[in-house]
Each structure stands twice: as structure tokens, then as C-alpha cells.
């Protein structure tokens, strides 16, 4: 491999050879085999009819508080536009997906991070703001591998938050895109389940990471009257999502292929996350991290001393990338990074690390 050919750590999607790309061909085949008119038709914003059907049935929810986008980043957006009241607080986990700092900012939500954990956001750090008076509409969570730390939410933590919810009387976003993305450890309940109805939480996913991110599908599951807010405000918006993509994504959801297709994407994530960690600790020993169980992220802490804003374009110059962990954050965070390994293969790791190391050997 040439020293010029970039190695990209900054990208959370996975690489061509871990999708499923001989069986999108048979879905798009028989998507437009067997329902063409819904396929290639404008459609509703409530999405195909038939993948909200089956969202449906596997939320455990009536059809009409499903709503199906073009790519979770839409629902979150759409989102958003309901909840966000300018100059009002918004919970986010500290770090939190870059995105999502910009969407609130630029709804000019009054945007309170909150410590971020290993296994999830710090509750009683959040307990202790609501009971000093803090109000928030709603709180953004990203409870599975979550973007950028890779951290999950732990069984207790989602009971916790449940409970200061109702307590309060807030919201909790539980956005989840990658929680089919799970190598290791055990599956947890999602908040929405735990929620049983009462209406506390609106739920988004995705299929940019199980199937691929060019198909643009995702989706929101909650309360009806939200719901059909989104779907007046979709229908402003688009008339209708990509009906075609939806299609094809529910033909090979059908198919039998998507449980096999995440089984080969979390078996190559798994192989990819060991490589990383081993050569992390070779090449990079004064990295502090801990190895996801699932998902495309890991947060890397490298000592005070090294500040990313002057290695990332010394690690460029040398053939590698990664992002800023000042990129996810409002303010700290100079000495972190975040690694996508989900687009690196696995002959691409070590060389990938060596070659960071060699920026931070650099700047000493």
C-alpha cells in the first residue's frame, strides 16, 4: 500500500465488501417485479406502505405512529422542527453526534451537554440539573455504540431515565441507528419497549448501517399526534420519501437475506475493532480507549500534551484521517479523536495506526 493512499478512520459506513450487494439486486428485482405502480410512484410521507406495516409489527405499534424518511438524519431533522423551542433546553450526551449539536444550534435550542460514561450518560449527573431546576423539551440520547464514543446505555441507566422523564416531564429521543450492530455482549431492551406506551419517548433508526447507507432509509416510531405532525410537515417538505429504496429495503427484509447481511457486517466490525485495539496498543500505548461491542466508533483520548487540532493535518500528510473530538463537543475535548473503523479493512488497520503514531511522534 502506498504511503499516499489515505486511510480514512473518519467515516462511519461501512466498506463495499461487507454489503450485501448481490442481494440488493434480487430486491430491487423483485421490488420492481412485484409492486411497481408503489415503487415508482410519488407515494405518501408516511413512507412505502408496507415497510411501516412491518416497522409496525416490529416496534410492537400501531401503523400511524410509524413514519418512514429518507435516511434517520430527516427524522431527526423533522424531529427537531416539533420539539426544539428556541432559546429552551435540550439534553445531549457529552460528546454527541456532530450533526446533532448542529441541527439544535441551528433551531437555537439552549443546548446543556452531559457527561458521557462508559456505560452511558451520567443519570444522577442529569438528575441532579432537573432538580436544581433544569426544564428540558426533550433528551437526545444515542443509547447503542453510541456516535462518537462507541459507549452503550446500560439496562439500569434506560429504567433511570424512563423514570426522570415521567418525573419531569420531558421527552427522551432515543436514536438508534446502530443497535442491529452489536459483536459482542448481550442485547438490551429498547427505551421505546420499556416505555410501554405512555409516550415518553420518540424512537429513530435506520437502515444506512444493516443494509447500506446510499438506500437514504430510516424512520421514527411515536405518539400518533407527533407522528402526524411530521408526516403534514413531510408532506410540505417532499410530497413523499424515496419510495423506490423503501421498497427495496422492505423486499430484502422479506427476503430472508437481512439477518445473514447484518451477521457478516457485525462479524467483519468485530474482526476490524480487534485489529484496531491490538494496534493501538503497539503503536499507540498511551492511548486510552475501550472496545465498543457494537457500532462503528471508537473514542480515542491521547495524552494532554498531543492537541488534534495540529495532528490531524499532520497525520493527513502522512496518509491517514480521523475526526476531531473537539468536533462533538461545545467546548474541551482537545486531546481526543474519534476512529471509524466500519470503512477500514482489515489489511488497512495497522497500517492506518502506524502511520498516526508517526503524526504524534511528530508534534513531540
Not at 71 to 100: I, K, N, W
Not at 103 to 131: C, F, K, M, N, T
Not at 253 to 280: H, P, Q
Amino acid at each position: 500500500m502506498a504511503a499516499t493512499d489515505l486511510i480514512s478512520f473518519a467515516r462511519g459506513a461501512p466498506s463495499v465488501d461487507i454489503i450485501d450487494v448481490e442481494g440488493l439486486k434480487v430486491a430491487a428485482d423483485a421490488a420492481l417485479s412485484k409492486d411497481p405502480e408503489a415503487a415508482l410512484g410519488y407515494g405518501t410521507a408516511v413512507g412505502y406502505l408496507p415497510l411501516r406495516r412491518l416497522l409496525a409489527e416490529q416496534h410492537g405499534v400501531p401503523e400511524n405512529q410509524v413514519l418512514v424518511t429518507n435516511g434517520s438524519m430527516q427524522a431527526d431533522a423533522f424531529l427537531f422542527d416539533q420539539l426544539v423551542v428556541a432559546g429552551q433546553p435540550v439534553v445531549v450526551e457529552r460528546p454527541t453526534y456532530d450533526r446533532t449539536l448542529l441541527g439544535l444550534r441551528s433551531r437555537q435550542a439552549d443546548v446543556r451537554p452531559v457527561s458521557l460514561q462508559v456505560d452511558g450518560i451520567d443519570v444522577e449527573e442529569l438528575a441532579g440539573l432537573l432538580e436544581g431546576g433544569l426544564r428540558p423539551t426533550f433528551a437526545h440520547i444515542i443509547p447503542n455504540f453510541q456516535n462518537p464514543a462507541g459507549y452503550t446505555l446500560s439496562l439500569a441507566k434506560r429504567e433511570r431515565l424512563l423514570a426522570l422523564a415521567e418525573q419531569y416531564d420531558f421527552v427522551i429521543f432515543e436514536d438508534d441507528p446502530y443497535v442491529k450492530i452489536r459483536f459482542a455482549g448481550e442485547p438490551l431492551p429498547t427505551m421505546l419497549s420499556l416505555d410501554q406506551g405512555r409516550g415518553r419517548v420518540v424512537y429513530a433508526s435506520s437502515y444506512s448501517k444493516t443494509v447500506a447507507p446510499g438506500t437514504r432509509v430510516g424512520y421514527l416510531v411515536g405518539p400518533a399526534d407527533l407522528i402526524d405532525k411530521v408526516r403534514v410537515a413531510a408532506t410540505n417538505t417532499y410530497i413523499s420519501p424515496n419510495m423506490l429504496a423503501q421498497a427495496i429495503v422492505h423486499q430484502f427484509s422479506i427476503s430472508g437475506r437481512f439477518e445473514d447481511a447484518v451477521a457478516t457486517v457485525n462479524a467483519a466490525l468485530a474482526e476490524r475493532v480487534r485489529v484496531l485495539c491490538e494496534s493501538l496498543a503497539k503503536h499507540l500505548p498511551e492511548a486510552k480507549f475501550t472496545a465498543p461491542e457494537g457500532g462503528y466508533f471508537m473514542w480515542v483520548e491521547l495524552p494532554e500534551t498531543v492537541d488534534v487540532a495540529r495532528l490531524l493535518p499532520a497525520a493527513e500528510e502522512r496518509g491517514v484521517t480521523f475526526v476531531k473530538g473537539t468536533d462533538f463537543l461545545l467546548e474541551g475535548g482537545a486531546s481526543t479523536m474519534r476512529l471509524a473503523y466500519s470503512g477500514v479493512r482489515v489489511d488497512q488497520i495497522e497500517e492506518g495506526i502506524s502511520r498516526l503514531a508517526a503524526a504524534v511522534r511528530s508534534l513531540a
